[in-house]
């Protein structure tokens, strides 16, 4: 039996729902059970992805500690159904004296619908640069997200009012109900959970890192085309995910994401991010290509999954 990577818990919620699923159950050899968070309609894929990240790492045999993840990268394969558990089966690809490999694959019902690739590496000393922070407002400025749920009287803004785990503070307009009033391909926003965790360890912090920031990929590219969350039919679906950890980091506190949509074409588009900490420094980078669908002239959606209804696995795999 493999052990799990122990995730701090803790009882303030929403965040200790988020913890809670990120604990993974001893499944044999390399293999884990996991649970999800209740969502609206089919399993988050942030969720997936983190604890994807932390089953590979619990393969490390007792290097974990010493071998944080440095990058991954995630194929979205199928929606996966939040009210059943899923299994975990990690491949330990290669081993060397500074850098180790995982490919793991999320089985539910028999079907994959997650595939995925880490890196590890050993804290190792080298040449140093990074991109510089942007300036702007400081979090403490800004309007926080969850103060705008609880006044949406939309469904889906008052589930996030109680679930959403993490504290975003738009610099620009936030899209959840309504487009920006100036289309632009880029944005920034703070982020940091809504409740203290405990002593993380770097390979938590990464992990909890990819969880929430896909979230947020896609905003850019509505951004750029006057659309929001709850625009009347737009239909979209996570497609692939890369991230690169550059620094150690405190998941506890203020990060600021950097982000941009450089293109969009063929109903695909893209999604960049460059997290920094509250002191400047470049802590990680993402990127992510997603589905991006909207009505037909006629008012019918050329989808069959929209941002209010379940079927995003028959969307995939049309």
Request: with cysteine; charged share 20%; net charge negative.
């Amino acid at each position: 039996m493999t052990t799990p990577i122990a995730v701090p818990q803790l009882t303030e919620e929403p965040l200790a729902s988020v913890l809670r699923v990120l604990q993974l159950e001893e499944a044999g050899d390399d293999r884990f059970t996991a649970q999800s968070l209740p969502q609206l309609n089919r399993v988050y894929g942030g969720q997936v992805i983190a604890q994807a990240l932390l089953a590979a790492a619990a393969t490390l045999d007792g290097e974990a500690q010493r071998r944080p993840p440095h990058s991954f990268h995630a194929y979205f394969l199928r929606g996966g159904d939040p009210f059943t558990s899923f299994d975990l089966s990690v491949h330990r690809s290669h081993d060397g004296r500074s850098f180790s490999s995982r490919q793991v694959n999320a089985v539910q019902d028999g079907r994959d619908i997650l595939t995925l690739l880490a890196s590890f590496q050993l804290k190792q000393p080298g040449l140093e640069h990074s991109s510089v922070m942007p300036d702007v407002p400081a979090p403490e400025t800004l309007k926080s997200a969850i103060e705008y749920f609880r006044t949406m009287s939309h469904p889906v803004g008052k589930f996030l009012g109680r679930t959403a785990a993490f504290d975003v503070r738009h610099v620009q307009e936030s899209l959840y109900s309504r487009a920006s009033t100036q289309r632009d391909r880029n944005q920034q926003l703070w982020m940091k959970p809504r409740a203290f965790i405990e002593a993380p360890s770097p390979t938590v912090c990464r992990a909890l890192l990819a969880y929430v920031v896909d979230q947020v990929m896609m905003e850019p590219a509505l951004r750029a085309h006057g659309l929001a969350w709850l625009t009347p039919g737009l239909a979209l679906a996570s497609l692939d995910h890369a991230m690169w950890f550059h620094r150690n980091f405190d998941i506890n506190e203020w990060m600021l994401y950097d982000q941009e949509s450089p293109c969009a074409q063929g109903s695909r588009a893209m999604g960049r991010v460059r997290i920094y900490s509250r002191d400047g420094t470049l802590v990680a980078e993402a990127m992510q290509e997603a589905m991006i669908r909207l009505p037909e002239k006629d008012g019918s959606s050329s989808s069959t999954w929209t941002f209010e209804n379940a079927s995003v696995a028959d969307e995939v795999d049309q």
